[in-house]
């Protein structure tokens, strides 16, 4: 099992332009997130999805898009990057019984 | 709103010295505790988690974390680390809910 993968790992993109990153899991979880990872602030949550076809904002959604396009993927859609959005990105997955998270590898974003 | 408080931005010890990481939260529920591990360059890997029973919980790699309900605090211990426990520690609270808050993270740096 791969268990929850990313695409693409690294990006470097200018201001303005857009791009959509992909995850997708193997483990049959119900719930899917997307964080970003920036230093001294720990993760925040952008936008989860609890179930296929449902999506919801996190705590920093602006400039952000999701679709939640099947249970197996969830992908994060920024339409004019900005470079307050370079970052890390890492998509997560919750176990149904614990709420515990299991996170992909991440992609890291350069916004120029 | 629930948060997450970890005491220290960076520590540095030596190799075999006893490690100690707090974590403290604001939530007076009943909750859901995990610290995660962020190796150089990888993703988030769960070291332990708490939900119930013995407040002393047991993850890999020799690391241990207790949970003070009195204190709202769950702190990592490792009695004696390696160069290769050189990571960025996360504590996380979890309230029952959709959302697993982090806190800002601990960098660890262990000198051979």
């Known amino acids: 099992n791969a268990g929850v993968t990313q695409t693409p790992k690294f990006q470097v993109l200018k201001t303005g332009q857009s791009m959509t990153l992909q995850c997708a899991q193997d483990?049959?979880?119900?719930?899917m997130y997307w964080y970003r990872q920036d230093p001294g602030m720990g993760l925040r949550l952008i936008y989860y999805?609890?179930?296929?076809?449902?999506?919801d904002k996190g705590e920093v959604p602006n400039g952000y898009n999701v679709s939640r396009l099947n249970k197996r993927e969830f992908s994060l859609r920024l339409e004019s990057a900005a470079p307050s959005q370079t970052s890390v990105y890492f998509c997560?997955?919750?176990?149904?019984?614990?709420?515990?998270?299991?996170f992909g590898p991440g992609t890291r974003l350069t916004v120029l | 709103a629930q948060s997450v408080s970890q005491h220290n931005h960076h520590v540095i010890l030596s190799e075999a010295a006893s490690l100690e990481l707090g974590c403290n939260y604001s939530?007076?529920?009943?909750?859901?505790l995990f610290w995660y591990v962020q190796y150089p360059g990888q993703h988030l890997q769960l070291l332990l988690k708490?939900?119930?029973?013995?407040?002393l919980v047991k993850g890999i790699k020799g690391f241990e974390a207790e949970f003070i309900k009195s204190k709202f605090s769950f702190n990592l211990r490792k009695p004696s680390v390696q160069w290769s426990d050189t990571a960025e520690y996360f504590c996380?609270?979890?309230?029952?809910?959709?959302?697993?808050?982090f806190g800002a993270g601990t960098t660890v740096t262990v000198r051979a």
């Open positions: 997560a997955t919750v176990g149904q019984v614990y709420n515990e998270q299991f």
């Open positions: 483990m049959n979880h119900n719930s």
């Open positions: 999805s609890a179930s296929e076809g449902t999506t």
């Open positions: 939530y007076g529920g009943t909750v859901n």
């Open positions: 708490y939900f119930s029973g013995d407040p």
């Open positions: 996380a609270v979890n309230a029952g809910d959709y959302k697993l808050s």
